[in-house]
């Protein structure tokens, strides 16, 4: 993920770019393209073309207007709708099809794996979507999700599912979000990860394990996609 400058986005070409610097350095590093499942990022250029031509891809208000939650005229961000079909086609063809060609990116780091509205309850509630709605926009989600997951891994890539998706769910096997560690102990640490690793090592599949942190004493993330749990 990138910073994204208004004037010129591209930001998958941007990630593309920097996956081939990261493995100039470190040939056996593993780079993920980050997306995001429940908002149409205008600022990559399938994402914009969609946004621009396929209005029925995205969610919309009781008007049938795209609901639009962007942070400027350059910075444009709508919801995905995965209960239309062809959101899921759109995706595998125009999203994810180049990362399975790719031979510098090796997966995808998916966000806001719950779909609409995860972190934005206060656009659907002014839209008037309700719970009942919102439950069909999360189990398409859901398994929009399984079905790209299976993609990648099927064309040799990773997937890691960041954040609002429950990292113990056994359709989520193979991708293993974890919470950070605690940092009161190196016993207190080693507990917590090992925890989280048992459902990948039950069902013996590769998998990415990631951990993000923001506490002040946290020194960074790590993901790889070799490490094993004994």
Not at 101 to 119: H, K, Q, Y
Not at 197 to 212: E, V, Y
Request: charged letters at 15%; proline letters at 6%; glycine letters at 6%.
């Amino acid at each position: 993920k990138t910073t994204v400058t208004p004037k010129n986005h591209h930001e998958a070409a941007k990630i593309t770019a920097e996956a081939v610097r990261v493995k100039g350095s470190n040939p056996r590093a593993r780079v993920l393209m980050y997306l995001n499942l429940e908002l149409g990022l205008g600022w990559y250029d399938s994402e914009a073309e969609a946004q621009a031509a396929s209005p029925s891809l995205f969610i919309r208000d009781a008007n049938g207007t795209v609901i639009n939650c962007s942070a400027g005229p350059t910075m444009i961000q709508t919801f995905w709708d995965f209960r239309e079909p062809n959101v899921t086609a759109y995706w595998l063809q125009h999203i994810l099809a180049p990362i399975a060609a790719s031979r510098t990116v090796d997966g995808v780091l998916f966000d806001d794996c719950t779909g609409f509205p995860n972190e934005h309850a206060d656009v659907a509630k002014a839209a008037g979507i309700g719970p009942a709605e919102i439950a069909r926009i999360r189990a398409a989600t859901f398994q929009a999700l399984t079905n790209f997951t299976n993609f990648l891994a099927a064309n040799g890539k990773y997937a890691a599912v960041y954040e609002g998706m429950d990292p113990t769910d056994a359709v989520l096997s193979r991708f293993i979000y974890t919470s950070p560690p605690p940092n009161s102990s190196a016993a207190a640490c080693a507990s917590h990860m090992q925890s989280l690793l048992k459902l990948g090592g039950k069902q013996g599949k590769p998998f990415i394990m990631t951990a993000t942190g923001f506490h002040s004493t946290w020194v960074g993330s790590r993901t790889d996609p070799q490490f094993r749990s004994k």
